[in-house]
Every structure is written in C-alpha cells, then in structure tokens.
C-alpha cells in the first residue's frame, strides 16, 4: 500500500515538474517538442494496432490526470488513444465512490455477528409462526445479554415480509390509469461534482404528457425549498388533483403536506420500498442519467442546472419521443406533410454541443 501509493506521488511529481517547464519554453520549442512526441506517439499507435506490444495498464495518476484534462483541455476525447472516453468517466465516478465511502461514517447500531444472525435463522426455521417480537422475547427469557430488537430480527426472516399480493398492484395500476390526466408525481435524485459534491435534483413530471413540468438543483434540499419549487411549477393555480411522491422526509413533512393542501392537491404517498408505484418520475429519473449524466460531467451546481435545462427543453419534451404515449412527445411536434425519403431534407441542430440533433423539414 505505502509502495503504491509513493509511487502514484512520484508520477505526480513528474508531471507537475513537466509543467512547470513547459511554462519556460518558448512557443517555437512548445510545437517543436509537440511534433516530436506525437510522432513517436503515431509510431506507437501503429505497433499496438498490428498487436506487436501489449496494451499499458493506466497507473492511478494517470487516471487521475485525464479526469482533470477531460475538464480543462478542449477536444480532449480526440487526444485519447489507450482508453475510450467513457472510461474516463468511469474512472471519475470509480473515485467518487472510494472518496464517499472514506467520507461516510456509519452511524447507528452496531452490526449483529453471524452467531446472532445464524441464532435467529435458527430459532425462525424450527418455529415458522413465531414473529419477530416473539424470537425477541424468547431470546430474553433464555437470558442472551442485549437481544437484537423485533425491527432487526425481522431484516433476517425473509418471509417476514410479504411481496405485495396481485390484488394490491392491480389496484395501484387502476389508479394509475384512471388518473392519469389529472395526476403528477415527483422525486429527487442526486448527482457528483468535479470536485465530489454531491448535488440534489428535483423533478416533477406529468403522468399523461411525460412532460418534465419542473426540476431544481441544490447542495441542500429542504421543505422550504421543495415548496418554493413547487410554486413556481403551478403559476396561476394550474394544479393537478394527485402527487405521486415517496416516503421521503421533505414530502412527510408538516410544512410540504400543509402546501399540498392549501393548494388543494392530495398526496399519494407509495409503500415504502417500493419504487414500482412510482413508475414514471422512476424512468425518466433513469431516462436522464443514462442520455445525460453518464456522458458529461457537472462541474458545480449552475454547470447541472444549464445541462439540464437544455437537455428538458431542447430535447427531453420536445423531440424525444415516448413508446407510452403513442410515438409522441410530450410536447407535441409539428406536423409535416408525408413525403419520400429522397425528397425530404432535414435541417440538424445540435444539442447539448453535439451529444444530440433535433431536426425539421426543409422546403
């Protein structure tokens, strides 16, 4: 560990001393020693492409320096040879999750011992109809010194909880098909910086169109801020009749219920663990991550709201199309007469700087 790690300093050492002397050369030198390296750079391309040497293993600095350089340098995915740039982007969110899982510290009860948990296994299997209350009084009165509490028991008794019964999703799903017009549902996800913040998005979409109505971007979400959303995505009283939202603290919360109804509208709160009762804001949440946010990179909480912006109102509701709705957009599209493929012409404009195109006919 302390040989990796000293090494990994020593290439950054390298590579800082190699900028600090390109800020010495002149411009002439600069190209000059530009041309040299790209040229044994081409040499070394035109090897490992007929597979004469094997493929080098990015070192940790190495990877740490091109998640920089995707930031900084302009057209940097054309300058990439050994990786392809998704690994670039895989790499940083490789390290976020070692730097969150450095950051975090577990709090609350201990973990129980597998003695514990292979007792509990144990005393369920040969008492099937004991609850979990029940292993927990009987784990007393056979004197175990601070006995697991019901709550915990029941997380290693499978049966304990019951997936829901044909009966309650048909139900669920009736009412989302009765309401669909009249019903909107929300939720937030969350996103890393550059620099591993963590950043809350909130989304509130319409269950009949697939319309994104609103999002917001912030580093702390709270009642207040959620409420404040909300009224700037009902002006003038254009409300729906349900809000689809989980179990989630703001949404609980006295401020949030007393906002939904003095606006008259009714909170349909889902089971907990259950994100299939919530099946569009779901998808469009995973809609956003993968065409989006598994290609760029935010850099800080203006940079997501911008991406996103363009992203909802250039693309999302107005050109991306919906197997849910018939092959429409949310927003309905123009309406071009028919025309054969060799007799229409299209006009491309790109969308969040070329990861997309949108496109409309031309006379």
């Not at 590579?15 to 070394?44: D, G, M, P, V």
């Not at 990015?58 to 930031?71: C, E, G």
């Not at 939904?260 to 009762?277: D, G, M």
Request: charged share 20%; proline share 7%; hydrophobic share 35%.
């Amino acid at each position: 560990m302390l040989r990796s790690t000293y090494r990994c300093w020593k290439e950054w050492v390298n590579y800082f001393i190699s900028f600090l002397s390109l800020l010495f050369k002149s411009s002439t030198n600069i190209k000059l020693e530009n041309i040299a390296l790209r040229s044994q750079l081409a040499l070394y391309k035109q090897r490992y492409e007929k597979q004469k040497i094997p493929k080098p293993t990015p070192t940790p600095a190495f990877r740490q320096l091109w998640v920089i350089l995707s930031k900084c340098l302009v057209n940097w995915k054309s300058h990439l040879i050994l990786v392809k740039p998704a690994t670039v982007i895989k790499w940083h969110r490789t390290a976020f999750k070692l730097h969150w899982r450095r950051k975090s510290q577990k709090i609350g009860r201990p973990k129980l011992s597998q003695v514990t948990i292979t007792l509990i296994r144990r005393i369920h299997q040969e008492n099937p109809m004991l609850s979990p209350e029940k292993i927990h009084e009987k784990l007393q009165l056979l004197g175990i010194e601070k006995p697991p509490a019901p709550n915990t028991i029941a997380k290693y008794i499978p049966t304990v909880r019951k997936p829901p019964t044909e009966k309650q999703i048909q139900s669920w799903k009736t009412f989302l098909n009765n309401h669909q017009s009249v019903t909107w549902a929300t939720d937030f996800f969350t996103i890393s910086t550059l620099t591993f913040q963590v950043l809350y998005v909130l989304v509130i979409i319409d269950h009949q169109t697939r319309k994104i109505i609103s999002f917001g971007v912030t580093y702390h979400p709270t009642a207040q801020w959620t409420i404040q959303q909300f009224r700037n995505a009902t002006p003038y009283g254009q409300v729906p009749k349900y809000l689809i939202h989980d179990n989630d603290t703001i949404f609980r919360s006295k401020a949030f219920q007393r906002f939904l109804s003095s606006s008259e509208i009714t909170s349909k709160k889902t089971a907990y663990r259950s994100p299939w009762q919530n099946p569009y804001v779901e998808r469009v949440i995973g809609t956003i991550k993968r065409e989006l946010l598994d290609y760029i990179l935010p850099l800080n909480q203006l940079h997501l709201h911008k991406l996103l912006h363009e992203y909802i109102n250039d693309y999302y509701n107005t050109h991306r199309t919906h197997q849910g709705i018939g092959g429409r957009t949310p927003i309905d599209s123009p309406v071009y007469l028919p025309t054969s493929v060799t007799e229409t012409k299209l006009e491309a404009t790109p969308v969040l700087n070329g990861l997309y195109h949108t496109y409309k006919k031309v006379a």
